[in-house]
């Protein structure tokens, strides 16, 4: 397929979530239940000719095909939420204030197995070398027009690209199979532990710079503006002097039940309550969450999934979002609430609720279902 077949257009871009109730029930996010955030319409590549340029401050400028990075370099596969970073915009605006943006619940999350080579290679091979401090790994899809910018472009520091701890790679595979069009075929950056916005789709340049990228999702979205900028003339003073969201920060989801559904105790007077956790950017994994059906006043653990399941245990966690379960007690009657939190094992704990800012990104406060008619059996 060429590159000008498209499906969504510049003014219509593809941006949808699934059910969170259907999202949290596979551990896996299959390409059925996840989201998509788009700013311009999908490019359908042919993996033959496309190829990934490597330039700027680099010792050898590289050019190199779908086929030499699946293999000339080794492969390395990352188990990995990947978060929007407007998830939960919707929570924002309806407990805080008006913002600005789609209006995201809290299904814009997926977590997949990514697989493809490191980043820290492929910048190897030309010629960069850590120590170098100030630089940035900037990455870029010059195939589709955007809303804002004529390309797509996010970037990271040098230093996070070439720590192999990181896990940085250029995807080629999801789940097992090759990306599909939609999640960026043939490659994307997969930057674990970062907001989605710098996992760049469609990837066709790498820059090694003395700057963060150039590109307008960069430098005037995406990031968490202060409080006083209450509208975009506001805003203006506040794009250059914030600095663009990177690491994603800790987060629970009450995903069973939703807002205002109504409710059955179990024979035994309980709640199931379920849903999802991502930690905080490096500090994974998630290792408690906890539930409160009265405001926060006592709060009682759940049962974290999976955790044995998948090889490497812990380690092979850091980056993934934890799936858990509890059975609460809670009052009958109308608008009864359950709240989440979290705590990973860096130590980050959920607050009840994260900073108000014009484009509703970042929201982390308590997971919410509210507005609950819960009655007996």
């Known amino acids: 397929m060429s590159a000008t077949h498209t499906e969504y257009s510049t003014e219509n871009p593809l941006n949808r979530e699934p059910p969170v109730k259907e999202l949290v029930s596979s551990f896996i996010t299959p390409s059925s239940k996840s989201y998509n955030r788009n700013h311009g319409p999908i490019p359908h590549l042919s993996a033959e000719t496309h190829t990934v340029n490597v330039d700027g401050l680099v010792a050898t400028p590289l050019r190199l095909s779908v086929h030499q990075l699946a293999t ?12 929007c970073a407007g998830n939960r915009r919707h929570t924002m605006r309806t407990m805080l204030k008006e913002v600005e943006g789609i209006d995201w619940g809290d299904a814009a999350v997926m977590n997949c197995k990514w697989r493809g080579p490191r980043l820290r290679d ?3 091979r030309a010629g960069v070398e850590q120590g170098r401090k100030g ?3 900037a990455f870029s899809s010059f195939q589709v027009q955007c809303q804002e910018d004529k390309w797509f472009g996010g970037s990271v520091e040098l230093e996070r690209a070439l720590d192999e ?4 790679i250029l995807a080629l595979e999801m789940n097992g199979a090759p990306l599909e069009p939609n999640h960026g075929y043939p490659v994307r950056v997969v930057l674990p532990g970062i907001a989605g916005a710098r996992w760049v789709k469609w990837l066709d340049k790498i820059t090694v710079q003395d700057e963060e990228s150039t590109n307008f999702y960069q430098r005037r979205d995406y990031k968490v503006l202060p409080e006083e900028a209450v509208d975009r003339d506001a805003a203006e003073p506040f794009w250059d002097k914030t600095p663009a969201m990177s690491e994603v920060s800790i987060n629970s989801v009450v995903a069973l039940p939703e807002d205002g559904e109504t ?11 379920k849903g999802y956790a991502v930690p905080q950017g490096s500090s994974g994994p998630v290792v408690k969450v906890q539930i ?4 926060g006043k006592k709060w009682v653990d759940a049962q974290i999934g999976e955790l044995g399941s998948i090889a490497g245990g812990k380690n092979a966690r850091k980056w993934s979002w934890v799936l858990w379960r509890a059975e609460v ?10 709240v989440s939190r979290a705590v990973d094992a860096g130590g980050n704990i959920q607050k ?13 406060g308590y997971g919410r279902a509210r507005d609950l008619n819960v009655r007996r059996q």
């Open 352 to 364: 009840e609720h994260s900073q108000w800012n014009l484009r509703g990104v970042g929201y982390s």
């Open 165 to 168: 701890k990181a896990d940085v």
């Open 135 to 137: 630089l940035h790994a």
């Open 122 to 124: 492929v910048l190897r």
């Open 292 to 295: 409160s059906t009265n405001g």
């Open 72 to 83: 000339e370099f080794p492969q390395h596969e990352v188990l990995c939420a990947l978060e």
């Open 263 to 273: 409710v059955y105790l179990s024979d035994e007077g309980k709640l199931v309550v």
């Open 329 to 338: 007690e809670i009052e009958v009657g109308e608008g009864r609430e359950v």
